[in-house]
T-cell receptor, first 113, second 113 residues
Framework: GEDVEQSLFLSVREGDSSVINCTYTDSSSTYLYWYKQEPGAGLQLLTYIFSNMDMKQDQRLTVLLNKKDKHLSLRIADTQTGDSAIYFCAERMWSGGYNKLIFGAGTRLAVHP | DGGITQSPKYLFRKEGQNVTLSCEQN?????MYWYRQDPGQGLRLIYYSQIVNDFQKGDIAEGYSVSREKKESFPLTVTSAQKNPTAFYLC????????????FGSGTRLTVV
């Protein structure tokens, strides 16, 4: 079936690293995404990784992909209060004649002093 | 700057009324989508359209209707048949056939009063 799972809540201290984890179901997914949602706003694409990659780094963000375990993680280095938001993992899969994104329920990241 | 615009930001509906949510994009994207977001849940797909004058039901289409008369516009009507319409509605667009992910609007919060 189509299911992307994430833990619902993560709390970290300012300056520490945050690691948000995600598991997905479709081994044929070609792209996997991380989106950020701030309160009352839409989703902002943070980064994505192609399935033939193991890792992608973009400034403070590091994405790790373990295809064998269907596990995706997002590491935020030196977490700041501005990083407090909900983070959604999504997989791209072919279904019903088109490519669609399947989203997890989102992980709420709370950054405290 | 190119983007995707949703209006209004807040909308109040009396029971038994139909309301229409606007979504306009100037990104020249072929595909457009409507999602519903409820607290603590992921995004659920209502309708999607891959080209003008064509659209398909998503996972929770009952009580909703859409049209796609122009490439730039994909309005969503929440009808009186939708029994629990209070939610945050997100519109998105994408280039068909690429892995670049979706661009989201800032959302419309609909409340039934």
């Amino acid at each position: 079936g189509e299911d992307v799972e994430q833990s619902l809540f993560l709390s970290v201290r300012e300056g520490d690293s945050s690691v948000i984890n995600c598991t997905y179901t479709d081994s044929s997914s070609t792209y996997l995404y991380w989106y950020k949602q701030e309160p009352g706003a839409g989703l902002q694409l943070l980064t994505y990784i192609f399935s033939n990659m193991d890792m992608k780094q973009d400034q403070r963000l590091t994405v790790l992909l373990n295809k064998k375990d269907k596990h995706l993680s997002l590491r935020i280095a030196d977490t700041q209060t501005g990083d407090s938001a909900i983070y959604f993992c999504a997989e791209r899969m072919w279904s019903g004649g088109y490519n669609k994104l399947i989203f997890g329920a989102g992980t709420r990241l709370a950054v405290h002093p | 700057d190119g983007g995707i615009t949703q209006s209004p930001k807040y909308l109040f509906r009396k029971e038994g009324q139909n309301v229409t949510l606007s979504c306009e994009q100037n990104l020249n994207h072929d595909a457009m989508y409507w999602y519903r977001q409820d607290p603590g849940q992921g995004l659920r797909l209502i309708y999607y359209s891959q080209i003008v004058n064509d659209f398909q039901k998503g996972d929770i289409a009952e009580g909703y209707s859409v049209s796609r008369e122009k490439k730039e516009s994909f309005p969503l009507t929440v009808t009186s048949a939708q029994k629990n319409p209070t939610a945050f509605y997100l519109c998105a667009s994408s280039i068909s056939g690429t892995g670049g992910g979706y661009t989201f609007g800032s959302g419309t919060r609909l409340t039934v009063v």
